[in-house]
């Protein structure tokens, strides 16, 4: 399957970049190089650096973005690794940073991944096929309250304590094997008078791939050495899908603007922390109208920006 990928906030993304025509930017979530072609489009003596865990993504994108030539340099890799990976490339900053936190429409409508409950396949979900750890080891592994801490917290399930339970007591029988296998045990631990409302395994099934992938961690834990990477006046642009992430992004960037420690009544701060830029998007950047209606996965992305001090 050809990997498709609708680049949500495409414009608003390219245009908070402030792409500068010999500049270094760096996509940590490379996906189908919607983005990508855009910033490279801008480029002159600039050079573009796209990351991906996802070997599909990477050799998508290295199609779409074959007419820049040696202005591209693809990395198969997590942004977590982001500093080092590039620091294996001569680089120590960039202008400009973006991460594209949703999971592709090739990584979803490729029933074979097992990321959608819409296809019957093996329970897998990776994002990198090089890690071992799979969804089917999650649902089959983790102990009933691992289980209900995943779906209560990462897919904000109000029905998660029944789902966990009810996973607990089907494996008993036999492994869950499949996306299919785990809706109907989804479907009946939710009452039918609340599965009225969207699919009901959606929020279990976004619960078990964030921890799957550790996407929420990988996010806490990188930030700050994104921000770190920015060159003066350089911006990193973040957009996310559901407000786990949001959560994480705004607190991060609010903290990067203001690190101080001081109690609030202290009338000079002591503590030493100096602010390394400002939030530029005090409010985050929604799709408008016209995307909404070409796209409704874009719904619920919102866009952060923070820039470099």
């Known amino acids: ?125 990776r994002m990198d096929k090089r890690q071992k ?49 785990l809706n109907e045990i989804i479907k009946a631990a939710i009452p039918a008078k609340m599965r009225q409302n969207g699919h009901p395994s959606k929020q279990t099934f976004q619960a078990i791939r964030i921890e799957c992938n550790r996407e929420l961690d990988v996010l806490k834990n990188s930030l700050d050495e994104l921000i770190g990477l920015l060159a003066p006046g350089g911006r990193i642009c973040v957009i996310t899908f559901h407000s786990l992430e949001d959560r994480i992004v705004k607190t991060a960037f609010k903290r990067n603007e203001n690190p101080c420690t001081c109690p609030p009544g202290f009338p000079v701060c002591v503590c030493g922390q100096k602010s390394r830029g400002s939030v530029v998007t005090k409010k985050p950047i929604l799709p408008s109208a016209e995307e909404l209606a070409e796209n409704s996965r874009s719904k619920s992305a919102k866009l952060r920006v923070f820039e470099k001090g």
């Not at 304590?161 to 296998?181: G, L, M, W, Y």
């Open 1 to 125: 399957m050809e990997f498709n990928h609708y680049s949500v906030l495409l414009r608003e993304t390219v245009e908070q970049l402030r792409v500068k025509p010999d500049g270094i930017y760096v996509d940590g979530t490379l996906g189908g190089g919607g983005h990508a072609f855009e910033v490279c489009s801008r480029l002159e003596k600039g050079h573009f650096y796209g990351m991906d865990q996802d070997d599909a993504a990477i050799e998508a994108a290295g199609g779409r973005l074959a007419p820049f030539g040696e202005k591209v340099t693809l990395l198969r890799d997590n942004f977590c690794n982001m500093k080092n990976a590039l620091a294996g490339e001569g680089v120590e900053q960039a202008d400009g940073i973006v991460l594209d936190l949703g999971v592709s429409s090739y990584q979803l409508d490729t029933g074979e991944r097992g990321f959608s409950y819409r296809f019957d396949a093996p329970l897998d979900m």
């Open 133 to 181: 750890m799979t969804a089917r080891d999650i649902v089959n592994g983790y102990s009933e309250g691992e289980l209900y801490r995943v779906i209560r917290d990462y897919g904000e399930e109000r029905f998660a304590s029944n789902i966990a339970r009810r996973i607990v007591r089907a494996r008993q029988d036999k492994p869950v094997e499949t996306t299919f296998e």
